[in-house]
T-cell receptor, first 112, second 113 residues
Framework: QKEVEQNSGPLSVPEGAIASLNCTYS??????FFWYRQYSGKSPELIMF????GDKEDGRFTAQLNKASQYVSLLIRDSQPSDSATYLC????????????FGKGITLSVRP | EAQVTQNPRYLITVTGKKLTVTCSQN?????MSWYRQDPGLGLRQIYY???????DKGDVPEGYKVSRKEKRNFPLILESPSPNQTSLYFC????????????FGSGTRLTVV
């Protein structure tokens, strides 16, 4: 079974700091990668996706992909208390675009 | 408003009593999927559908059925629920094509006693 691994956390950072969230995946042929944010009691919402090696920036969020090392990361700059949530890494395995495999998530707490 | 709608939001039922959780999307998405979320296990895919009448098993399909007779609807059927199916269930939909991410519904919290 294709696996997606995230550090178990929780991760705590002070307000204004950079939060770094990491994810590794087992299927070398995986094509696309996603970061979802899930607030307590709510459904997951897509915040970033990346297909190509390198960095992709969207506001305070940067997704980084390294296919050779099979990891994808999410950086949150100038972290805010409103960023406190569980962050889920998700991967589309080879040849199954409708099948999205999630990591177990990491809980981020931003201290005011 | 573009959305995925699940019903009911909360459901308590007894072992063995058949139930259906409905899911509908208004975005004309080709792909739809059901996930369950459990503490310590994360989100696990139950079934997914790539279009009308096309469905396939995810990672944890045992004890569940689905159907896709219309593009917008993708109900989840538990024909004989058991306590180990107590969970938070999410329906999701997506456009077809490489890398489209899923949009999730609000979730259904199911308790089987």
């Amino acid at each position: 079974q294709k696996e997606v691994e995230q550090n178990s956390g929780p991760l705590s950072v002070p307000e204004g700091a950079i939060a770094s969230l990491n994810c590794t995946y087992s299927d070398r042929g995986s094509q696309s990668f996603f970061w979802y944010r899930q607030y307590s009691g709510k459904s997951p919402e897509l915040i970033m996706f990346i297909y190509s090696n390198g960095d992709k920036e969207d506001g305070r969020f940067t997704a980084q992909l390294n296919k050779a090392s099979q990891y994808v990361s999410l950086l949150i700059r100038d972290s805010q208390p409103s960023d406190s949530a569980t962050y889920l890494c998700a991967v589309n395995p080879t040849g199954a675009n409708s099948k999205l495999t999630f990591g177990k998530g990491i809980t981020l707490s931003v201290r005011p | 408003e573009a959305q995925v709608t699940q019903n009911p939001r909360y459901l308590i039922t007894v072992t063995g009593k058949k139930l259906t959780v409905t899911c509908s999307q208004n975005m004309n998405h080709e792909y739809m999927s059901w996930y369950r979320q459990d503490p310590g296990l994360g989100l696990r895919q139950i079934y997914y559908s790539m279009n009308v009448e096309v469905t396939d098993k995810g990672d944890v399909p045992e004890g569940y059925k689905v159907s896709r007779k219309e593009k917008r609807n993708f109900p989840l059927i538990l024909e004989s629920p058991s306590p180990n199916q107590t969970s938070l269930y999410f329906c999701a939909s997506s456009f077809a094509g490489t890398g489209s991410g899923y949009t999730f519904g609000s979730g259904t919290r199911l308790t089987v006693v």
